[in-house]
């Protein structure tokens, strides 16, 4: 099944520490994004990369650094520069012949 | 980036059809119009898109007005899997997204 994954559902940070998050996908889709969703909100754009090592700063990037050495990955590092990382993190690519975005199951990083 | 108005919330209930509207006053030619909904604790999924036409899929339709500064998504016979967080989105190609809070659908049984 063609789809995105991302892992691991729950992640614990503690104070100072770095944590990365997985998204890979299998859709063949160039562009791919993260976005991050506190409770009751919307969804607000941290990075996004159009195509293999490129990639754009979203809103809120501060604190955040991403890679895009394969066309199939897009970790998300949340730094200790970050503050309030406490938030669901959602991965997603974006299928140009079906014009529409898909979505991963979402991270759920809670600091300790 | 054009921004889209939806209600915060709505009800409705079982087996009745859903209008869910949205206003885009500021839509530029080449935006589509996109729906996605959101269940707790779950990436969002899409649910339909248009440019100037109506459309119908198997999961609802999408009424859009005739000068596109509007559009209303309508779930003909709602579930209780219906209930969800709904987001209307315009986007031109493989950008960047703005959500906004979007509608919370509630549907009594």
């Known amino acids: 099944d063609g789809g995105i994954t991302q892992s691991p559902k729950y992640l614990f940070r503690k104070e100072g520490q770095n944590v990365t998050l997985s998204c890979e996908q299998n859709?063949?889709?160039?562009?791919m994004y993260w976005y991050r969703q506190d409770p009751g909100q919307g969804l607000r754009l941290i990075y996004y990369?159009?195509?293999?090592?490129?990639?754009q700063k979203g809103d809120i990037a501060e604190g955040y650094s991403v890679s895009r050495e394969k066309k199939e990955s897009f970790p998300l590092t949340v730094t200790s520069a970050q503050k309030n990382p406490t938030a669901f993190y959602l991965c997603?690519?974006?299928?140009?012949?079906?014009?529409?975005?898909?979505f991963g199951p979402g991270t759920r990083l809670l600091v300790l | 980036d054009a921004k889209t108005t939806q209600p915060n919330s709505m009800e409705s209930n079982e087996e009745e059809p859903v209008h869910l509207p949205c206003n885009h006053s500021?839509?530029?030619?080449?935006?589509?119009i996109h729906w996605y909904r959101q269940l707790p604790s779950q990436g969002p999924e899409y649910v339909i898109h248009g440019l100037t036409s109506n459309v119908n899929n198997r999961m609802a339709s999408l009424a859009i007005a005739e000068d596109r500064k509007s559009s209303t998504l309508i779930l003909h016979r709602a579930t209780l899997r219906d209930a969800a967080v709904y987001y209307c989105i315009l986007i031109q190609g493989a950008q960047k997204l703005v959500f906004g809070q979007g509608t919370r659908l509630t549907i009594n049984p």
């Open positions: 997603a690519s974006w299928g140009a012949a079906q014009e529409t975005q898909y």
């Open positions: 990369s159009q195509i293999v090592n490129d990639f």
């Open positions: 859709l063949n889709h160039d562009a």
């Open positions: 500021t839509i530029s030619g080449t935006d589509y």
